[in-house]
Protein backbone atom coordinates (compact mmCIF):
# COMPACT_ATOMS: atom_id res chain seq x y z
CA UNK A 1 0.00 0.00 0.00
CA UNK A 2 2.71 2.15 0.14
CA UNK A 3 3.62 4.84 -2.44
CA UNK A 4 6.34 6.75 -3.58
CA UNK A 5 5.91 9.72 -6.06
CA UNK A 6 8.80 12.05 -7.43
CA UNK A 7 8.58 15.22 -8.67
CA UNK A 8 10.36 18.41 -9.99
CA UNK A 9 12.68 16.99 -12.56
CA UNK A 10 13.17 18.63 -15.99
CA UNK A 11 15.60 19.97 -18.51
CA UNK A 12 18.18 22.79 -16.88
CA UNK A 13 21.55 23.99 -18.56
CA UNK A 14 25.03 23.19 -16.62
CA UNK A 15 25.21 25.10 -13.34
CA UNK A 16 21.51 25.30 -13.19
CA UNK A 17 19.48 24.42 -10.09
CA UNK A 18 16.74 22.11 -9.24
CA UNK A 19 13.96 20.99 -6.48
CA UNK A 20 13.07 17.30 -5.96
CA UNK A 21 10.49 16.37 -4.34
CA UNK A 22 9.07 13.00 -2.84
CA UNK A 23 5.82 12.15 -1.45
CA UNK A 24 5.19 9.33 0.34
CA UNK A 25 1.22 7.66 1.32
CA UNK A 26 -0.19 4.65 3.17
CA UNK A 27 2.79 4.43 5.41
CA UNK A 28 4.35 7.34 8.19
CA UNK A 29 8.10 7.90 6.89
CA UNK A 30 9.07 8.91 10.55
CA UNK A 31 10.23 5.91 11.67
CA UNK A 32 12.67 5.65 8.72
CA UNK A 33 15.73 7.05 7.18
CA UNK A 34 14.88 8.07 3.56
CA UNK A 35 17.46 8.38 0.55
CA UNK A 36 17.42 9.38 -3.41
CA UNK A 37 19.37 7.22 -5.65
CA UNK A 38 19.63 8.14 -9.46
CA UNK A 39 20.37 5.76 -12.65
CA UNK A 40 22.07 7.29 -15.62
CA UNK A 41 21.44 5.11 -19.26
CA UNK A 42 22.89 2.58 -19.19
CA UNK A 43 23.90 1.77 -15.13
CA UNK A 44 22.94 0.84 -12.20
CA UNK A 45 20.61 2.84 -9.66
CA UNK A 46 23.22 4.50 -7.18
CA UNK A 47 22.90 6.20 -4.06
CA UNK A 48 23.28 10.37 -4.29
CA UNK A 49 21.84 11.27 -0.60
CA UNK A 50 20.25 10.16 2.81
CA UNK A 51 18.83 11.40 5.61
CA UNK A 52 17.97 9.71 9.22
CA UNK A 53 14.95 10.17 10.70
CA UNK A 54 15.68 13.69 12.94
CA UNK A 55 16.34 15.33 9.35
CA UNK A 56 19.90 16.34 10.80
CA UNK A 57 22.16 13.42 10.10
CA UNK A 58 23.22 13.46 6.37
CA UNK A 59 25.27 11.23 3.97
CA UNK A 60 26.30 11.93 0.72
CA UNK A 61 27.82 10.58 -2.18
CA UNK A 62 31.45 12.28 -3.00
CA UNK A 63 30.26 13.12 -6.53
CA UNK A 64 27.45 15.60 -5.16
CA UNK A 65 28.96 16.79 -1.71
CA UNK A 66 29.34 20.50 -1.63
CA UNK A 67 25.98 21.10 -4.53
CA UNK A 68 23.26 18.92 -3.41
CA UNK A 69 21.20 19.19 0.10
CA UNK A 70 18.18 15.93 1.44
CA UNK A 71 16.00 17.35 3.70
CA UNK A 72 12.63 16.03 5.01
CA UNK A 73 9.44 17.18 6.19
CA UNK A 74 8.09 14.24 8.37
CA UNK A 75 4.47 16.13 9.31
CA UNK A 76 4.31 16.09 5.54
CA UNK A 77 5.15 12.88 4.60
CA UNK A 78 7.66 13.96 2.29
CA UNK A 79 11.74 14.31 1.38
CA UNK A 80 13.48 17.32 -0.97
CA UNK A 81 16.40 17.66 -2.91
CA UNK A 82 17.92 20.41 -3.99
CA UNK A 83 20.54 20.32 -6.84
CA UNK A 84 22.62 23.06 -7.55
CA UNK A 85 25.39 23.37 -10.22
CA UNK A 86 24.32 20.70 -12.18
CA UNK A 87 26.50 19.39 -14.39
CA UNK A 88 25.23 16.67 -17.40
CA UNK A 89 26.63 13.76 -15.86
CA UNK A 90 24.17 14.50 -13.10
CA UNK A 91 21.65 13.45 -15.99
CA UNK A 92 19.58 10.79 -14.59
CA UNK A 93 15.97 9.26 -13.27
CA UNK A 94 16.48 10.21 -9.95
CA UNK A 95 14.16 7.93 -7.24
CA UNK A 96 13.87 7.84 -3.56
CA UNK A 97 12.97 5.10 -1.11
CA UNK A 98 13.17 4.12 2.94
CA UNK A 99 16.17 2.40 4.03
CA UNK A 100 17.93 1.47 6.95
CA UNK A 101 20.45 3.37 8.83
CA UNK A 102 23.28 2.57 6.37
CA UNK A 103 21.02 3.82 3.90
CA UNK A 104 20.64 0.19 2.06
CA UNK A 105 17.17 -0.19 0.11
CA UNK A 106 17.18 -4.25 0.73
CA UNK A 107 15.42 -4.19 3.78
CA UNK A 108 12.36 -2.67 2.34
CA UNK A 109 12.83 -2.68 -1.64
CA UNK A 110 9.71 0.24 -1.95
CA UNK A 111 10.26 2.28 -4.95
CA UNK A 112 8.81 5.37 -7.13
CA UNK A 113 8.77 5.86 -11.12
CA UNK A 114 10.98 8.52 -10.57
CA UNK A 115 11.39 11.70 -12.06
CA UNK A 116 13.76 12.71 -15.58
CA UNK A 117 16.75 15.21 -14.58
CA UNK A 118 18.24 16.12 -17.80
CA UNK A 119 21.14 18.85 -17.87
CA UNK A 120 22.48 20.13 -21.08
CA UNK A 121 26.10 21.73 -22.05
Known amino acids: QVQLVESGGGLVQTGGSLRLTCAVT????????MAWFRQAPGKGRVFVAG????????GYADFVKGRFTISRDNAKNMVYLQMNSLRPEDTAVYYC??????????????WGQGTQVTVSS
Open 97 to 110: APTDNDFRTEPYDY
Open 26 to 33: GRAISRYP
Open 51 to 58: VRRDGFDT
